[in-house]
T-cell receptor, first 116, second 114 residues
Framework: AQKVTQAQTEISVVEKEDVTLDCVYETRDTTYYLFWYKQPPSGELVFLIRRNSFDEQNEISGRYSWNFQKSTSSFNFTITASQVVDSAVYFCALKTKGSGTYKYIFGTGTRLKVLA | EPEVTQTPSHQVTQMGQEVILRCVPISNHLYFYWYRQILGQKVEFLVSFYNNEISEKSEIFDDQFSVERPDGSNFTLKIRSTKLEDSAMYFC????????????FGSGTRLTVV
């Protein structure tokens, strides 16, 4: 079965705190892709990062960093020194083929509230 | 930067009416998708489309739904007889290569069925 679990429904932090959003995935495919998308209050889905299953290198982009660990099937996202503009719903997604064509499977999202 | 464009941004329709949601994918993209997000819930796959035919559809995509690429640029989702539970945000997405690239999502159409 293909599945993405984001156990944290909502997180509130105070500005400048670091925060980590958890993502655990399940797939039997050996080739798959993991994504994080941000959905601000305006509703659009904003692409943040993509990793493929063969690349476990962690990545840092400004205040964002991602920790991909195949051993625990996790792809966690950390925001350092959070800002109010980071307030949004963050979705982790798995792109996998399963028995059909490649498509996304989204987690249920984590709502991040950054308080001033 | 190229964008996926969706119109309208918000559509209100009466239950039982037909509605067409429009999308203009990025011009050199070959794979097209519709996803929906019921308010406050996760984003769900509806259908994928390639080479002028449906590649895959979910159980949500029943006989009330259809997709079409009527010309070289538009990609439409039609709901034949809307129900209250069709109220959701509908996202169109496209990609040039289903393996090596992520999708580019449109900004969504919020459909409200009353």
């Amino acid at each position: 079965a293909q599945k993405v679990t984001q156990a944290q429904t909502e997180i509130s932090v105070v500005e400048k705190e670091d925060v980590t959003l958890d993502c655990v995935y399940e797939t039997r495919d050996t080739t798959y892709y993991l994504f994080w998308y941000k959905q601000p209050p305006s509703g659009e889905l904003v692409f943040l990062i993509r990793r493929n299953s063969f690349d476990e290198q962690n990545e840092i982009s400004g205040r964002y960093s991602w920790n991909f660990q195949k051993s625990t099937s996790s792809f966690n996202f950390t925001i350092t020194a959070s800002q109010v503009v980071d307030s949004a719903v963050y979705f982790c997604a798995l792109k996998t083929k399963g028995s059909g064509t490649y498509k996304y499977i989204f987690g249920t999202g984590t709502r991040l509230k950054v308080l001033a | 930067e190229p964008e996926v464009t969706q119109t309208p941004s918000h559509q209100v329709t009466q239950m039982g009416q037909e509605v067409i949601l429009r999308c203009v994918p990025i011009s050199n993209h070959l794979y097209f998708y519709w996803y929906r997000q019921i308010l406050g819930q996760k984003v769900e796959f509806l259908v994928s489309f390639y080479n002028n035919e449906i590649s895959e559809k979910s159980e949500i995509f029943d006989d009330q739904f259809s997709v079409e690429r009527p010309d070289g640029s538009n990609f439409t989702l039609k709901i034949r007889s809307t129900k209250l539970e069709d109220s959701a945000m509908y996202f169109c997405a496209s990609t040039q290569d289903t393996l090596n690239y992520g999708y580019t999502f449109g900004s969504g159409t919020r459909l409200t069925v009353v």
